[in-house]
């Protein structure tokens, strides 16, 4: 870490070219002194990264920035404060820290967080931003979290595992044994010093293999921002023996979706089926992860297009549905030619759901453009494809 890059003509110099070109920059070279080129680009690359990510790290000043690598790893602002409204206690261990967004959330919660991470570098450096971000309730350990658990004699409230998704090629990988830490591997370990764990894991991960391959798991949260899954959190409470819950939240910036249930909910649930009928109903990103589609049928007293489709529908809007509903204006067989005459040459959102053929080919063909307010569902009910033209429902 230098700390030259603190000085203040420096700092206002990263945070004017934030936007500039970055080749531009890097053949003008370094004009300050004992500072290279090459940390003043990882500075501005770094820090734009987290305008949107990590807005609070860019507004701050004084921050010092990892590689862009880094930020790109760690979790957003967003899902760090959704996992640190989920679980809070005197102490908490981060076995992974790395750049330390998760840790300072959870010191927000906690009355002592302690961060663990093996770089000496990001080390220094999560440390200088939490004096800087005025955590002062958070210690940097510059250790592996799992010698560190070795080697301690506390206990903590809950411990909290981020590991690396990425192997030592930088490849990605997401099954809990390719990870590093092998989670599976270390179980006792981390019992021995804590009633409570937290793992994040990736959202490619499958939930019903890795509920048989990790022990005591109580709880499972599906977090999705914006329609997009981010993360899973898998909680884990010593000889917890009873069925897990699944949880899914889908966060938009003015309201929060919520979904919960279990294993065997989904399994003895009753679906009803039919054709589109006034509603269409379309399920949120982490309510399809989570594979609840019996469920929503009953529990939403839906009825589901087919068997394989997972889109409902009904005569009435339903209150607190988690995902999108739309009011439909028309439903057409797919036949070719006659949607070619109907629908040729819109501009609509385009989806397929339980469809043989691809979005571009259906745009390419029917000559559609994207955006506009109309939506066009290509998909398939009751055994037989259909278009079903639709507007958002303002209900």
Same mark, same amino acid.
């Given at each position: 870490?230098?700390?030259?890059?603190?000085?203040?003509?420096?700092?206002?110099?990263?945070?004017?070219?934030?936007?500039?070109?970055?080749?531009?920059?890097?053949?003008?070279?370094?004009?300050?002194?004992?500072?290279?080129?090459?940390?003043?680009?990882?500075?501005?690359?770094?820090?734009?990264?987290?305008?949107?990510?990590?807005?609070?790290?860019?507004?701050?000043?004084?921050?010092?920035?990892?590689?862009?690598?880094?930020?790109?790893?760690?979790?957003?602002?967003?899902t760090?404060?959704?996992?640190s409204?989920?679980?809070?206690?005197?102490?908490?261990?981060?076995?992974?820290?790395?750049?330390?967004?998760?840790?300072?959330?959870?010191?927000?919660?906690?009355?002592?967080?302690?961060?663990?991470?093996?770089?000496?570098?990001?080390?220094?450096?999560?440390?200088h931003?939490?004096?800087?971000?005025?955590?002062?309730?958070?210690?940097?350990?510059?250790?592996?979290?799992?010698?560190?658990?070795?080697?301690?004699?506390?206990?903590?409230d809950?411990?909290?595992?981020?590991?690396?998704?990425?192997?030592?090629?930088?490849?990605?990988?997401?099954?809990?044994?390719?990870?590093?830490?092998?989670?599976?591997?270390?179980?006792?370990?981390?019992?021995?010093?804590?009633?409570?764990?937290?793992?994040?894991?990736?959202?490619?991960l499958? =939930? &019903? /293999?890795? %509920?048989?391959?990790? #022990?005591?798991?109580? @709880?499972?949260? !599906?977090?999705?921002? $914006?329609?997009?899954? +981010?993360?899973?959190?898998?909680?884990?409470?010593?000889?917890?023996?009873?069925?897990?819950?699944?949880?899914?939240?889908?966060?938009?910036?003015?309201?929060?979706?919520?979904?919960?249930?279990?294993?065997?909910?989904?399994?003895?649930?009753?679906?009803?089926?039919?054709?589109?009928?006034?509603?269409?109903?379309?399920?949120?990103?982490?309510v399809m992860?989570?594979?609840?589609?019996?469920?929503?049928?009953e529990?939403?007293?839906?009825?589901?297009?087919?068997?394989?489709?997972?889109?409902?529908?009904?005569?009435?809007?339903?209150?607190?549905?988690?995902?999108?509903?739309?009011? =439909? &204006? /028309?439903? %057409?067989?797919?036949? #070719?030619?006659?949607? @070619?005459?109907? !629908?040729?040459?819109? $501009?609509?959102?385009? +989806?397929?759901?339980?469809?043989?053929?691809?979005?571009?080919?259906?745009?390419?063909?029917?000559?559609?453009?994207?955006?506009?307010?109309?939506?066009?569902?290509f998909?398939?009910?009751?055994?037989?494809?259909?278009?079903?033209?639709?507007?958002?429902?303002?209900?």
């Amino acid at each position: 870490m230098n700390k030259t890059i603190l000085n203040i003509d420096i700092q206002e110099f990263i945070s004017k070219n934030v936007n500039s070109n970055i080749h531009s920059l890097i053949l003008k070279g370094s004009a300050f002194e004992g500072v290279e080129t090459k940390e003043l680009i990882e500075q501005i690359e770094a820090k734009k990264k987290c305008e949107l990510k990590l807005n609070t790290w860019f507004q701050i000043p004084n921050i010092y920035y990892p590689n862009k690598l880094n930020i790109e790893q760690t979790s957003s602002e967003t899902t760090a404060l959704i996992k640190s409204n989920l679980i809070g206690g005197h102490s908490l261990l981060d076995l992974t820290g790395g750049f330390g967004v998760d840790s300072y959330y959870f010191s927000k919660k906690f009355k002592t967080v302690t961060h663990c991470e093996t770089n000496p570098k990001l080390a220094e450096i999560a440390t200088h931003n939490f004096n800087v971000l005025k955590a002062d309730n958070v210690t940097t350990q510059c250790v592996d979290g799992l010698e560190f658990l070795k080697s301690t004699t506390e206990k903590f409230d809950w411990i909290y595992i981020d590991p690396s998704r990425r192997d030592t090629e930088k490849n990605k990988k997401f099954l809990i044994e390719d990870c590093r830490p092998n989670i599976t591997m270390h179980q006792s370990l981390i019992f021995n010093n804590s009633k409570n764990a937290l793992i994040k894991m990736s959202p490619m991960l499958d =939930i &019903s /293999s890795a %509920l048989q391959t990790l #022990k005591y798991v109580s @709880k499972v949260y !599906i977090i999705a921002v $914006k329609n997009e899954v +981010k993360e899973l959190l898998f909680f884990q409470e010593k000889n917890n023996k009873t069925e897990a819950t699944i949880h899914t939240i889908n966060s938009h910036p003015s309201s929060t979706e919520h979904f919960s249930f279990t294993a065997s909910q989904e399994k003895s649930a009753e679906t009803t089926f039919s054709t589109p009928q006034r509603f269409l109903y379309e399920p949120n990103a982490a309510v399809m992860k989570s594979g609840a589609f019996r469920l929503i049928s009953e529990h939403f007293k839906l009825n589901k297009l087919d068997l394989n489709t997972h889109l409902y529908t009904s005569n009435r809007v339903i209150e607190n549905f988690p995902g999108k509903i739309y009011e =439909i &204006s /028309s439903t %057409l067989p797919y036949q #070719k030619k006659t949607l @070619k005459r109907l !629908i040729g040459g819109q $501009k609509a959102n385009l +989806k397929t759901r339980n469809f043989p053929e691809k979005t571009d080919t259906i745009k390419k063909y029917f000559k559609i453009t994207d955006g506009g307010k109309n939506y066009l569902f290509f998909t398939s009910s009751l055994g037989h494809k259909i278009a079903i033209q639709c507007l958002l429902s303002e209900q």
